[in-house]
């Protein structure tokens, strides 16, 4: 199973970018989702989480009023608004072994391969 994360790229502080992570196969349709950033030299953070029916979000205190995440199907999809330097870094989409999104990531057994997102102020 692969999941393929797109959407990154350059995008000026206040703008906004949209993040795409699709499985190859519909499998983690019973699965929680989750976004992280890691940004250079640093450790791998958890952004916004999901769970399986598409509910109980959650967000990172740091992005809280600007980024949403939503699942349809067996695309995952982090929409980044009023994105601020801070916000630069690799995003990585990941399957969660449970029905639940989790803030750790020792708690997803399968990544995307990253999709960079730079932002120039």
């Known amino acids: 199973v692969q999941l393929q994360a797109s959407g990154g790229g350059l995008v000026q502080a206040g703008g906004s970018l949209r993040l795409s992570c699709t499985a190859s196969r519909p499998i983690f349709s019973n699965n929680g989702m989750g976004w992280f950033r890691q940004a250079p030299g640093k450790e791998r953070d958890v952004v916004a989480t999901i769970n399986w029916k598409g509910g109980s979000p959650y967000y990172a205190d740091s992005v809280k009023g600007r980024f949403s995440i939503s699942r349809d199907k067996n695309t995952v999809y982090l929409q980044m608004n009023a994105v601020k330097p801070e916000d630069a870094g690799t995003y990585y989409c990941?399957?969660?072994?449970?029905?639940?999104?989790?803030?750790?990531?020792?708690?997803?057994?399968?990544w995307g391969q990253g999709t960079l997102v730079t932002v120039s102020s």
């Open positions: 990941a399957g969660a072994r449970s029905s639940w999104g989790s803030t750790r990531p020792s708690d997803y057994n399968y």
